[in-house]
């Protein structure tokens, strides 16, 4: 196989793969191909209910938060989040503009009610995030949201945002369970799990009681998550597949890796190892974002001219790697380097870039 450098869907780990393919075609405790076993069997329920376990293990949850597996993407998270918290709203909640995709969350969050966005990264180039001195946030607000690291510009907040006496909803789809996050700070979090966790179709969503509580009667069933919670993720035909492929991707967390300080500390070590071939390169490779604030999940960078970007990409497919190219919003390269990425798959590249830089520096 290539070595899958992709913004996602991203790399799984070789050996959940493993047992993916032999649950495609049997798995033993239901006698039946994983795709075809019904959502309303027990050996479903005890995916979800171990699934659930899992996460709130990896995370330290506490016993008041839900935990959901939707569909719909992230993306229906963007509508469903405003939908229960700034409906019928008069203050505004509080949305950045840090990137490509907290830009289409605040599209949006603006039809469903009264929305402020109090820091915007467009004067910069949407290369850094904002300090603290930078920020002033409402004692009003209903709510607070922000996208946890921009998958596209490669920009990721090390820190949490926001004020205690204010609910946190948070984006993390593509840095969930990629390091501790301090969920218990957060009211709602979402992300799906196509980046760090599993394959499309699946978004989990992590939701404090109380929101649930107050949400309001009239949304339709399906994007209601009072609904949700009564149904166990169950409301409808659930991607039982997907799901389950989670529920491995949190065990080889739990039981392989070993929890996730120990993930972030290897995605700490390939971010590493990667930027500072980057920044040594005496500007050959050249940085997409400051240095303060890039993502240890999705490293974007340029180089001197389009005709050597070009050139990079081909040489670099051809020498098995896959999925560089930047996001189709501002090209260049981005190496993503999710969960399943190994150390030694960032090593490759690294001495991929670095002959390639000796072959065509001016
Ligand atoms: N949020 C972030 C941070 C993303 O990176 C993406 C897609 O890559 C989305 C939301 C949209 O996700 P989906 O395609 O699952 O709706």
Redesign the pocket.
Known sequence: NALNFS??PGALPEVVLNQVQQAIINVPEAGLSILGISHRSDWFENVVRETENNIRTLLGLPSDYHILFLQ?????Q?SMVPMTMLRGKKHPAEYFDTGY?SR??VTEAMREGPVRVIWSGEQHGYRRLPTDEELDFSPDAPYIHY?S????EGLQFNRILGRDDVPRVC?M??DFLSKPCEADKFSLIYA?A??NIGP?GV?IVLVRDSVVQNAPDNLPSFLDYRRQVESHSNFNTPPVFAIYVVLLVTRWLLNEVGGLENMTQINQQKAKLLYGLIDGSNDFYRPWGEAAFRSDMNVAFNLPTKDLEALFLNEATAAGFSGLGGHRAIGGVRASIYNALTLGAVEKLTGFMEDFRFKHHA
């Open positions: 913004g996602g719909g993407g992230a993306t229906q963007f995709w289409k969350v996208v690291n921009e998958t596209v984006d789809s593509s799906h196509q980046k499309a978004t």
